[in-house]
């Protein structure tokens, strides 16, 4: 089985504060995505990772930043917290070793309050 | 561009109802890939099938079956006999050959089984 683990299920941060979310995956996955997810807006990508050192942003980047120095972990940052940035942030991997398997394996996800 | 729609916000039924949870998605790909996912209220986003474009059977798993329709680009959802259990949010979501490893998400449709 795939698993995905979250540094922390809730964190509590004031505003200007540097946030670090960890993300640990144990199946060799290639790829690794933080999303963060709002009531009614979905899930959003913020930035995704295909390998090591390697980043893209997704749809939502302006204020975070992300680190992949090792294949099984993929770090969020939050340079300056702010209020605007309290959500519940996913982590997901994926793999391109099986042909036709695209499917994201998510971690519990953590919930950030930002006040 | 690639859209998934997920019209139904929300929705609730008895326990042991049938209900249908419905996916439109839009894509200019002929090679693609559809996926559901499930969230229930611990947060975690749980897999629970893929569909290749090029394989229009329908699926059935236990009380869940999937029908999808190129024709009506549709990908849609049925519990069968619902239980309180199944109640959570439920995802659908679409990547293209050419997406870059990124998956297009739905909204949700959150799903109320009252016992």
């Known amino acids: 089985d795939v698993k995905v683990t979250q540094s922390s299920r809730y964190l509590v941060k004031r505003t200007g504060e540097k946030v670090f979310l960890e993300c640990v995956q144990d199946?060799?996955?290639?790829?690794m995505f933080w999303y963060r997810q709002d009531p009614g807006l979905g899930l959003r990508l913020i930035y995704f990772s295909y390998d090591v050192k390697m980043k893209e942003k997704g749809d939502i980047p302006e204020g975070y930043s992300v680190s992949r120095e090792k294949k099984e972990r993929f770090s969020l940052i939050l340079e300056s917290a702010s209020t605007n940035q309290t959500s519940m942030y996913l982590c997901?991997?994926?793999?391109?070793?099986?042909?036709?398997?695209?499917?994201?394996?998510f971690g519990p996800g953590t919930r950030l309050t930002v006040t | 561009a690639q859209k998934v729609t997920q019209a139904q916000t929300e929705i609730s039924v008895v326990e042991k109802e049938d209900v249908t949870l419905d996916c439109v998605y839009e894509?200019?790909?002929?090679?693609?890939?559809l996926f559901w996912y499930k969230q229930p209220p611990s947060g975690e986003l749980v897999f629970l099938i893929r569909r290749n474009s090029f394989d229009e059977q329908n699926e059935i798993s236990g009380r869940y079956s999937w029908n999808f329709q190129k024709s009506t680009s549709s990908f849609n959802f049925t519990i069968t006999a619902s239980q309180v259990v199944d109640s959570a949010v439920y995802f659908c979501?679409?990547?293209?050959?050419?997406?870059?490893?990124?998956?297009?998400w739905g909204a949700g449709t959150k799903l109320i089984i009252k016992p």
């Open positions: 979501a679409l990547r293209g050959v050419k997406s870059n490893y990124q998956l297009i």
């Open positions: 894509t200019r790909d002929t090679t693609y890939y």
């Open positions: 997901a991997s994926s793999t391109i070793q099986r042909v036709f398997s695209y499917e994201q394996y």
């Open positions: 199946m060799d996955h290639e790829n």
